[in-house]
């Protein structure tokens, strides 16, 4: 029809191209059925993780589907074709968030730290639920025109988020910013292996082919496990608020219904672990097929720099100048300021921490494209998880300056194959940021090794984004998908590790025991005695 259309306006040479075009055309979008509407719920207020979550409607809305999506911080992907339901967090909220920021990065003592920590933690859930309770939300779930076909959840502190699949009655997958663990395997019935699969990077990375990191891997499980146990009765307390049980299947019930998780891993990310069908690796999904032109100044920045390159600072989006000791930004300060490569620094605050006729300060960079670029050199990260994979796939060393959460994984974890070092927030100099960066610029190693990674790890059947829109179009196609679904997720903990078997079994070995010995000790006792009375009679 559109050949046909066509052709009465065009002239030959333009009819067959356009003839060619929409057959292209046509084959790019033949496997879609037809579009389907999907709601997207991300209220984190995390920039690096709504990054990930976002990269996965995107493609969905390439593919012509109904895109709502609901986030609590603007969308930087300013496609018009999103629906989109802007819910910021209250100002209450957010000035608990900036105090708690404020005391878990200051210097305390442990146990300080520790009830800081879980502070922070216990208040992720409710203001997760403001969400849900904000009448934006509620006009949106109330509107009974309002029908999805898969609902994408942000995964964080929020599985209460699953009754909005019964609400909609429609299948729900969760997006989650990092590697499987304990949390989000419990959805999908996904093993924790602790012999050989680490708990989780928020905990370091012991060495699991020693005994030692072993026994700390299966030490740390049971804290973990008592916090996740914790965590879960305050998340079917909030979901109980929401989802009033006499109108939706219990919590536990409907956490059973979620089809797929799709995390920001991938095995070549160096961690091998056992995962059942509906855990999929999507590790880089927030990486662009293929990078667009840097802005006009960022590229005259390279051409003038192409002799010595160019180096990458950035300490995230979640941290703030507020978060990061002055003293480490002053070092490394003072430390870049030396050298002759030109350095792009991520900085939004306007008091910078100094000028060098070398240093940009930028408050935003296209960190995607950057890394893509052949003559940037070295990447300067806090070691978030998005940034931290965005340069191992783009093939980029780094130094690494953690300081909280995951980052501390993230960052041995990297030194650990090799892309790079890391300095200790906590005492690094500017003599040791200089050491670093310099041997991390000169010494081949590190970016031969990053290098062979981003080969590696770029080789695979389908890109992360493929792999997406396929998992996502699939649970829609099957209806949730089911019939991929772990058995494992209808056990309890007893009969997933078969205590329950091995119970019964020593029951009955205990029976049998007990079955086969009275009688023995009977008559063994008595042969006994009938013995003794001989010798003492032979005595006699
Ligand atoms: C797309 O989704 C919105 C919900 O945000 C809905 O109002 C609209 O009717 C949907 N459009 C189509 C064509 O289904």
């Known amino acids: 029809m559109i050949v046909n259309f066509a052709s009465a306006i065009m002239d030959d040479g333009k009819k067959i191209k356009l003839f060619v075009a929409s057959l292209v055309l046509l084959a790019a979008f033949a496997p879609i059925s037809e579009s389907a509407n999907i709601l ?17 409607l995107r493609p969905l809305i390439e593919r012509g589907h109904n895109v709502t999506v609901v986030t609590s911080i603007p969308l930087k992907d300013k496609n018009p074709k999103y629906h989109h339901i802007l819910i910021p967090p209250t100002e209450a909220r957010t000035k608990q968030m900036a105090d708690m920021k404020a005391a878990v990065s200051k210097k305390r003592s442990l146990l300080e730290l520790i009830r800081t920590s879980l502070e922070s933690v216990s ?16 006009d949106l779930m109330q509107n009974p025109d309002n029908k999805f076909d898969l609902i994408v959840g942000g995964y964080f502190f929020n599985p209460f988020y699953v009754g909005l699949a019964a609400h909609f009655r429609c299948p729900m997958v969760l997006s989650y910013a990092n590697a499987p663990n304990s949390l989000t395997n419990s959805f999908i019935g996904n093993p924790n292996e602790l012999a050989y699969v680490p708990l989780s990077p928020l905990f370091g990375l012991p060495d699991l082919s ?29 979901y109980n608020e929401i989802f009033s049980p006499t109108e939706y299947p219990s919590y536990h019930e409907a956490k059973k219904k979620v089809s797929l998780i799709m995390f920001n891993y991938h095995f070549t990310d160096g961690i091998v672990r056992p995962n ?8 880089g999904i927030q990486i662009k097929d293929k990078p667009d032109p840097l802005p006009e100044n960022l590229q005259k920045l390279f051409n003038a720099s192409s002799e010595h390159g160019v ?5 995230g989006s979640n941290l703030g100048i507020n978060d990061i000791n002055p003293d480490v930004v002053n070092a490394l300060f003072k430390a870049l300021s030396g050298l002759k490569q030109t350095v792009l620094w991520k900085w939004s605050d306007p008091k910078t921490p100094g000028t060098a006729s070398n240093i940009h300060y930028n408050s ?24 931290v994979t965005e340069a191992a ?17 993230n960052a041995a974890q990297m030194v650990k194959d090799g892309f790079g070092l890391q300095v200790d927030k906590k005492t690094v100099t500017e003599d040791q940021f200089k050491e670093a960066i310099l041997e991390v610029l000169t010494n081949p190693q590190y970016t031969e090794n990053v290098r062979r990674f981003s080969k590696l790890t770029k080789d695979r059947p389908m890109t992360p984004r493929e792999t997406a829109v396929f998992w996502l179009e699939y649970v829609i196609r099957h209806k949730g998908a089911y019939h991929m679904q772990s ?52 005595k006699h």
């Open 311 to 315: 180096i990458y600072v950035s300490f």
């Open 364 to 387: 935003w960079l296209p960190q995607d494209d950057l890394l893509q670029h052949p003559n940037l050199k070295l990447f300067i990260t806090h070691a978030g998880k998005g940034g």
């Open 123 to 138: 208040s992720f859930g409710p203001m997760l639920a403001d969400h849900l309770k904000d009448q934006r939300f509620q």
């Open 210 to 238: 020693t005994f030692k990191g072993r026994l700390t891997n299966f030490m740390i499980n049971i804290p973990v496990s008592v916090f996740n146990g914790l965590m879960d009765m305050q998340m079917e307390g909030i």
């Open 487 to 538: 058995p494992a997720v209808h056990l309890n903990t007893f009969q997933l590790y078969s205590f329950d078997v091995i119970a019964f079994i020593l029951l009955i070995l205990f029976l049998v025991y007990k079955l086969v010995s009275v009688p023995l000790i009977f008559v063994f006792r008595r042969l006994i005695a009938k013995f003794t009375k001989v010798q003492k009679i032979k």
């Open 276 to 283: 059942v069908p509906a855990a999929i690796e999507c590790g």
């Open 393 to 409: 796939y783009h093939g980029v060393p780094m130094v690494a300056v953690p300081m909280i959460a995951d980052q501390i994984g």
């Open 40 to 56: 997207g719920i991300f209220t984190t207020t995390s920039p690096s993780h709504n990054i990930v979550h976002m990269s996965y």
